[in-house]
Nanobody, 124 residues
Framework: QVQLVESGGGLVPPGGLQPGGFLKLSCAAS????????MGWYRQAPGKQRELVAT???????NFAESVKGRFTIFIDNAKNTVHMEMDRLKTEDTAVYYC?????????????WGQGTQVTVSS
């Protein structure tokens, strides 16, 4: 089994996240990991479907949603099986629950795993 533990959502400045602000989310994978194929983040806003935000492979290939290109960055620490996403110039439309995702080969097969979800609220 593989576990994904998200962190960083609590590092919100006093007064909350405002447009133009910054937040860093991290996600650590642990458990029966033979090989990670990709890690990243998806988000789901109220009344909307879950959508890809950013993903990265261990080799460093990145994929971003058009709406976050130029504002969000993603990088991976392969030694720690941890992915970090820096969210800059936040917008109110970035408000959503953010879910860490990993596609993991456990050695017995490849499966998708999800974190518990982190609420990110950007408001003025």
């Amino acid at each position: 089994q593989v576990q994904l533990v998200e962190s960083g959502g609590g590092l919100v400045p006093p007064g909350g996240l405002q447009p133009g602000g910054f937040l860093k989310l991290s996600c650590a994978a642990s458990g029966s990991i033979f090989k990670i194929n990709t890690m990243g983040w998806y988000r789901q806003a109220p009344g909307k479907q879950r959508e890809l935000v950013a993903t990265i492979t261990p080799g460093g290939s990145r994929n971003f949603a058009e709406s976050v290109k130029g504002r969000f960055t993603i990088f991976i620490d392969n030694a720690k099986n941890t992915v970090h996403m820096e969210m800059d110039r936040l917008k109110t439309e970035d408000t959503a629950v953010y879910y860490c995702h990993a596609e993991v080969d456990t050695g017995w097969g490849t499966s998708d795993y999800w974190g518990q979800g982190t609420q990110v609220t950007v408001s003025s």
